[in-house]
């Protein structure tokens, strides 16, 4: 049993490392990208565009009421968010994941489309934005953070 660079105990540590990265390197692309999700985009949207006149937007029966007062202008920066979230989320994996770039990519992207998919069960929406954010903000963006994040 040799112990050298190319030894057992070399290669042993390397690919132990390497999955310990990987692990945390998702854990604080979800982080990060939860942070520019929530702070980075939705509170400049919501001053830009304000509910109709009469609206409560903080309770789900509220949004149920308002849903047919909204116009598509009012889904713009829902969509931003959830679509720069998982970019965000997307870029640092790739960025900081020592191996298996993509794959890990795919995972953090697929948490987000679980959380958009359970989302679409609570929170009322047009079926087109259910539809538009589903197939465009989540795997799309997951891609795209790929490919930004190891260099076209």
Known sequence: MRFGRSGVYFNTVKILNNEYC??????????????????????????????????????????????????????????????????????????????????????VALFFLMGGIMATTMIPAPMWYILLDLSLAYLPMGWLGWKLGRGF
């Open 22 to 107: 990987n692990k945390h390197c998702s854990s604080i692309g979800r982080n990060y990208s939860g942070l520019a999700d929530e702070h980075g985009v939705n509170i400049p949207g919501a001053n830009d565009y304000t509910a109709p006149e009469g609206a409560d937007m903080t309770t789900t029966e509220g949004l149920k009421a308002a849903m047919p007062l909204l116009q598509p202008v009012h889904f713009i920066f829902p969509f931003l968010a959830h679509s720069a979230g998982t970019l965000a989320g997307a870029f640092l994996v790739a960025k900081s994941a020592a191996t298996h770039h993509k794959i890990l990519v795919m995972v």
